[in-house]
Nanobody, 125 residues
Framework: QEQPVESGGGSVQSGGSLRLSCTAS??????MGWFRQAPGKEREGVAA???????KYLDSVKGRFTISQDNAKNTLYLQMDSLKLEDTAMYYC?????????????????????WGQGTQVTVSS
């Protein structure tokens, strides 16, 4: 299985929480990330974590979202707290294999090789 598989999306009220999960087994990867895309908007990087546990976040989610990984389970997580209406989007998990990239590129979708199908997150008032 090379394609990551996301789960955990759903509907929640503003201020609520959700945790997304992503399994990506069968290969090693240098970098894992969460991205989102709202209707009519470009896909944007939300959070990323490398093999060493170093993380990077989109400014608008800092302090509200937490990315983590369980290497033994080949699982990536995104804990989303204090959700806002503007967090509504399709969320994608992605993996970059083989080679490192500059930290400045961690949230660049073009740097990722494998993508999941996405899971919908809807925040309502």
């Amino acid at each position: 299985q090379e394609q990551p598989v996301e789960s955990g999306g759903g509907s929640v009220q503003s201020g609520g929480s959700l945790r997304l999960s992503c399994t990506a087994s069968g290969y090693s990867r240098y970098l894992m990330g969460w991205f989102r895309q709202a209707p009519g908007k470009e896909r944007e990087g939300v959070a990323a974590i490398n093999t060493y546990g170093n993380t990077k976040y989109l400014d608008s989610v800092k302090g509200r979202f937490t990315i983590s990984q369980d290497n033994a389970k080949n699982t990536l997580y995104l804990q989303m707290d204090s959700l806002k209406l503007e967090d509504t989007a399709m969320y994608y998990c992605a993996a970059r294999r083989y080679s490192a990239v500059s930290e400045s590129d961690y949230l660049d979708p073009m740097k990722y090789n494998y993508w999941g199908q996405g899971t919908q997150v809807t925040v309502s008032s």
